[in-house]
């Protein structure tokens, strides 16, 4: 049996949640999220909490039971608050600026490179090294992050490169010159 999917989700105030032939429709203060589910589980909507069950006990349905009910938590908490990735870019010479929508990066390379904020997603820039990217919907915005993560990956022996801010590299020695043993 799913434990995740057993929990019954929390409707906070201001947001409002829709059920209708298969899809689940949320709208807050931030945005409006839908999602449509599979015929696997039924999701229902009764005082003031949203409960996914099961139509049988296959092991599909366990686990689309705990899929789906996490991912309508998702939205409940991204039309609300709303989810946020921090990125680090870390370089001799890198830096970043906002200018409008795009974010124009500095990255070592001949030119500067430039990313377009997507529809829905926000990004903004605290100072010249940390990129916040913001949005109501997390599988957008950590697929946000991980594109601007790409346009320079951190290379191995000094560390220079765009990282989630939380995250931990690890550095390769480099040469010993000189050195005997």
């Known amino acids: 049996m799913s434990r995740i999917g057993k929990l019954p989700i929390a409707i906070p105030d201001g947001v409002t949640v829709e059920v209708k ?3 689940i429709t949320v709208k807050g203060a931030k945005a409006t999220l839908s999602q449509d589910f599979s ?19 296959t092991t599909d349905s366990n686990a689309k039971q705990g899929l789906y009910r996490q991912l309508i938590n998702n939205m409940i908490v991204g039309v609300k608050d709303g989810f946020t990735k921090s990125l680090t870019v870390q370089g001799v010479g890198y830096k970043i600026a906002k200018q409008g929508n795009k974010l124009v990066m500095n990255l070592g390379l001949s030119h500067p490179v430039e990313f377009v904020e997507e529809p829905g997603i926000t990004i903004e820039t605290p100072d010249n090294n940390t990129i916040l990217v913001k949005g109501a919907n997390k ?43």
């Open 21 to 23: 032939d298969n899809v």
């Open 139 to 181: 599988e957008q915005v950590g697929a946000v992050a991980a594109k601007i993560k790409d346009l320079r990956r951190v290379e191995p022996y000094h560390g220079y490169g765009i990282r989630y801010t939380n995250e931990k590299i690890i550095l390769k020695p480099g040469k010993s010159a000189g050195k005997k043993k």
């Open 39 to 57: 015929k696997n589980v039924t999701v229902e909507v009764k005082d003031n909490h949203v409960y996914v069950t099961r139509n049988d006990d």
